[in-house]
């Protein structure tokens, strides 16, 4: 497919800048403005750090998946997959925005930034699926 890309890196932090890097060229080639290319960049990014935290508990020699497409009818979705720990993202509770604790804060920007989120099992997988429509640009965007 014309308007797809497919990225397998490391569990390593390192490869974070290279998801990053992808991710918001890949947004503003749909079309979406800079600053919310930096947003999708965010969410990817956080979503991505959780699996090397969370389900490979920091272990660098695994392998996690992005698929980032162009949607149906304008935007952008992004699959997270990765063969860690089974972990509903879904199933947990975002603390509120003005609770001051470590940690905890990767789910509430995800949830604020993207349209939708889903979270299943696939073939014995987790697979996370992010989708943000293109919005038309504000004027100071253009």
């Known amino acids: 497919m014309a308007d797809e890309l497919e990225i397998t890196i490391a569990s ?5 800048k290279v998801v990053r890097q992808s991710v918001r060229e890949f947004a503003h080639e749909l079309g979406f403005s800079r ?14 750090g959780n699996v090397i935290k969370h389900a490979y508990h920091g272990q660098t020699d695994r392998r996690v998946t992005l698929t980032l497409a162009a949607a149906a009818g304008g935007g952008v ?17 975002s603390p509120a925005p003005d ?14 930034i993207m349209d939708e989120i ?10 996370f699926r ?4 293109l919005e038309a640009p504000a004027p100071s965007e253009k």
């Open 12 to 16: 390593h932090p390192r490869w974070l």
């Open 99 to 112: 609770e001051l604790r470590p940690g905890g804060r990767g789910l509430y920007l995800i949830r604020e």
């Open 130 to 133: 992010m989708r943000k429509s």
């Open 77 to 93: 979705e992004i699959r997270v997959r990765d063969a860690g720990e089974p972990f509903n993202p879904l199933a947990r509770t």
């Open 118 to 127: 889903d979270y299943g099992r696939e073939n014995g997988a987790n697979v």
């Open 35 to 48: 600053p919310h290319s930096d947003a999708i960049t965010l969410a990817v990014d956080e979503a991505v």
